[in-house]
Structure formats: structure tokens, C-alpha cells
């Protein structure tokens, strides 16, 4: 259940300066947790582009068709419904984080049937969601249309999609990072 949020050394400052566990500590996981995540992220995109040529070519001719200028505004980014497809569909299929950071149970609660104990660490897996058969059709392959018209988004509020996590301990602090690549319908 996700009650509780999970402690992470972000924020868990000690605060005698050796860059473990206070503000540089803090600063050091924020940049090492960001950068990672991200350049997979892209690592996967691109090698999903090189295997469907298809989509590859889709996506390139929405980028020329909708960029005007050299540079890409922040204002551009909610033209290019395809690419953000893409993106979505990379997060489903390879989520970056499968399994999200631990949670603990405040108190005893039942989730579809189970029964969670007090204090239970609970482990939210990702993988398994993003490529359950009962909510994706054909979860193992890399189909961006299936994000076209509908409203599923990465904000953690619909649970059949959670590549960022979502409620307490979720990437929020990173949303506007990311909105800057993709955009949320
Ligand atoms: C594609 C990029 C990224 C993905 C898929 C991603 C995914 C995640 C996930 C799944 C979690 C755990 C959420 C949970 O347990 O509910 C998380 C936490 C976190 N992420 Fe990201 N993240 C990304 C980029 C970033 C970036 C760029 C930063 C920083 C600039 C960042 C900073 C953090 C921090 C600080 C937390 C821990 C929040 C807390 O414990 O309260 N992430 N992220």
C-alpha cells in the first residue's frame, strides 16, 4: 500500500559538512539520481527509434513539420504529440526505476484483497504494472499509438503508469524537469 514515505539519504542531512548525508550529500543524489535516469530514459528512446524505423520516421517528420525555428521553445513542446508518445510508451515499456523506493505501512489496510499489516514494508513493482496483460494490449512491444487520445499520464495518478513514482517519496521535485521533454496531456 502506498502509505508512508519511504526515508531516502535525499534530505536525511547529518549536517557535519562531509558531503554525506547533508546539503552536498543531498545535492550529489539529486544530480547522480537525475542524470542517470534521464540519459536511460534516452538510451532506450533511441534504440526503440532504431528498431521501428517506422515510428522513427514518424517522428521526424512531426518534429520538421512542426519546428519553425532552430531552436525549440518550452511553448513547442505540446505540438509534438507523437514524440511524447514515444516517450510515454519508452517509461512504460522500460520503466527506468522498476521497482519504486519502499514503503512502509502506517497502519494495517487491505489492498485488493491483501491484507497489509502495520509497519509491513510494502515494494511497488513498476515492471510488473507497465506490462500486465489485463491493462496493456500486447505489453511487450513498443507501440506509442496506444498513448494517442488517451488521457493516461505520468503524474502518478493513474496507477497503471507510474515510471516517476507518485504521493510521498515520488519524483515530484523533478516534474518540472521533465515537463520540459514531455508534456502531460
Ligand atoms: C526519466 C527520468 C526520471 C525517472 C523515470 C525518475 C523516476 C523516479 C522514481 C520512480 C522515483 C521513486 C518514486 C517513488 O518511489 O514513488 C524517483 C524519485 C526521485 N527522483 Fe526521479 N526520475 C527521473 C529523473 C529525475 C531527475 C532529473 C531528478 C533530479 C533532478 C530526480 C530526482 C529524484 C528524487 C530526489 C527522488 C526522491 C524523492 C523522495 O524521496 O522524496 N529524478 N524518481
Known amino acids: 500500500m502506498m502509505v508512508g514515505g519511504g526515508k531516502t539519504a535525499v534530505g536525511s542531512g547529518d549536517?557535519?559538512?562531509?558531503?554525506?548525508?547533508?546539503?552536498?550529500g543531498a545535492s550529489l543524489e539529486l544530480f547522480?539520481?537525475?542524470t542517470?535516469?534521464?540519459?536511460?530514459?534516452?538510451?532506450w528512446a533511441m534504440a526503440e527509434f532504431l528498431k521501428n524505423k517506422e515510428i522513427m520516421s514518424k517522428v521526424r517528420e512531426e518534429l520538421s513539420r512542426e519546428l519553425n525555428a532552430n531552436?525549440?521553445?518550452k511553448s513547442d513542446l505540446s505540438k509534438f504529440t507523437y514524440f511524447n508518445a514515444c516517450i510515454k510508451e519508452t517509461l512504460r515499456l522500460h520503466?527506468?526505476?522498476?521497482?519504486?523506493?519502499?514503503?512502509?505501512?502506517?497502519?494495517?489496510?487491505e489492498?485488493?484483497?491483501y491484507k497489509i499489516p502495520e509497519n509491513a514494508q510494502v515494494w511497488v513493482n513498476v515492471w510488473a504494472i507497465s506490462h500486465d496483460p489485463k491493462v496493456w494490449e500486447d505489453p511487450y512491444t513498443f507501440k506509442p499509438e496506444r498513448f494517442l487520445g488517451s488521457n493516461i499520464d505520468f503524474t502518478g495518478h493513474d496507477f497503471e503508469f507510474i515510471p516517476f513514482g507518485g504521493g510521498a517519496g515520488g519524483c515530484a521535485p523533478v516534474y518540472p524537469v521533465v515537463l520540459r521533454v514531455c508534456k502531460p496531456c
Open 71 to 73: 531552436s525549440i521553445m
Open 111 to 113: 489492498v485488493m484483497n
Open 15 to 24: 549536517g557535519d559538512g562531509d558531503g554525506c548525508g547533508d546539503g552536498n
Open 95 to 109: 520503466p527506468v526505476v522498476p521497482v519504486l523506493i519502499p514503503r512502509r505501512a502506517l497502519e494495517a489496510c
Open 32 to 34: 547522480t539520481t537525475g
Open 36 to 43: 542517470k535516469t534521464v540519459v536511460t530514459a534516452i538510451e
